[in-house]
């Protein structure tokens, strides 16, 4: 895309600064937002956010908080792995998680069942359109991300496999903790891909013209 960086420290470079500033912070926050609605929705968080929540309810930490310390967790397994963080690695940590706080603070859960589908559709939306916009800006994988792609390195275990492991790993302990796991867990699990993908592409397009 114009706007990538050359380095995942490159927020500088030229041209495009602006744009990637922008694109960067805008994905991360969209990111957090739809996490937040599937909070409210009530009807089951992404798999990681299943252990945030479990996290706050064990904790003195509220959702964000306790988000920032999963990440901080994950982030932790990188230095074994020799992964090299990147600026959009730490603003990772930090924005999806004020943008999710912050979410679950204003955000009321709707009173019937179709709002709330709609929550965790829109939930998965933003989730995919954050997600094409931070990728694109090439200024370093978060957390989670990281960690996969460094485990496929290490292991030769196909991504999609040790996305999957990691994803039922925090599940599972989230779920064991308190966490909410239902309709819109199983939905997210469905429909983040195609989301990314398909924002992936509109990315593309817009850029071409």
Partial sequence: ??????????????????TR????????ILFGIGEGLLVESRLGNAPWTVLSEGVSLNTPFNI????????????????????????GTIANIILIAV??????????????????????????LAVGIGSGLYITCGLGAGPRDGLMT??????GIRVGRIRLML??????????????????????????GQSVAISFGVVERFTKR
């Fill in 1 to 18: 895309m114009p706007w990538t960086a050359k380095s995942t420290w490159g927020i500088f470079e030229r041209p495009r600064i602006s």
């Fill in 21 to 28: 500033v922008i694109f960067l912070s805008v994905g991360l």
């Fill in 64 to 87: 964000g908080e306790s988000t920032v310390l999963v990440s901080l967790i994950v982030f932790a397994i990188w230095f074994p792995l020799k992964l090299k963080p990147g600026f």
């Fill in 99 to 124: 943008a999710l706080q912050i979410s679950v603070d204003a955000i009321k859960t709707p009173d019937s069942f179709f709002g709330k589908l709609i929550f965790v559709l829109s939930g998965i």
């Fill in 150 to 155: 460094g485990l496929n390195q290490r292991t």
């Fill in 167 to 192: 994803e039922l790993i925090a599940l599972t302990i989230g779920w064991l903790l308190g966490g909410k796991v239902g309709l819109g867990t199983a939905l997210f699990g469905l429909l983040v």
